[in-house]
């Protein structure tokens, strides 16, 4: 059974910096893809970055640049470093995985392109 815990939320002050973590585990296949969602309160859950097996990349306009999506593969963990942050940037932070194959290009940060989710961490950007 595919699981996905965050972590690494909280409260910090604009301008400054977040890491976040997913620890994954139930994955069978050697191909999937992985995400970070976001959604503030009363806003649909609009993606961030994703990134798949072959450590493929893809960023949201306005988080490229200032977020970056890892993974270590010995943890079975995703990351996502945010820098620079903004009151915008405020929200839930949720991870996704398509753990059967990679997401097709315009699916990547589209909520249907991923069948698991975590639960959840709070990010909260004061200015």
């Known amino acids: 059974q595919v699981q996905l815990v965050e972590s690494g939320g909280g409260s910090v002050q604009a301008g400054g910096r977040l890491r976040l973590s997913c620890v994954a585990s139930?994955?069978?296949?050697?191909?999937?893809?992985e995400a970070w969602f976001r959604q503030a309160p009363g806003k649909e859950r609009e993606g961030v970055g994703y990134r798949d097996s072959d450590a493929m990349t893809h960023y949201a306009e306005s988080v490229k640049g200032r977020f970056t999506i890892s993974r270590d593969n010995a943890k079975n963990t995703l990351y996502l470093l945010m820098d620079s942050l903004k009151p915008e940037d405020s929200g839930t932070y949720y991870c996704a995985a398509k753990t059967s194959d990679w997401v097709a290009w315009s699916l990547r940060l589209r909520v249907e392109g991923y069948d698991y989710w975590g639960q959840g961490t709070q990010v909260t950007v004061s200015s």
């Open positions: 139930g994955y069978t296949g050697s191909r999937y893809s």
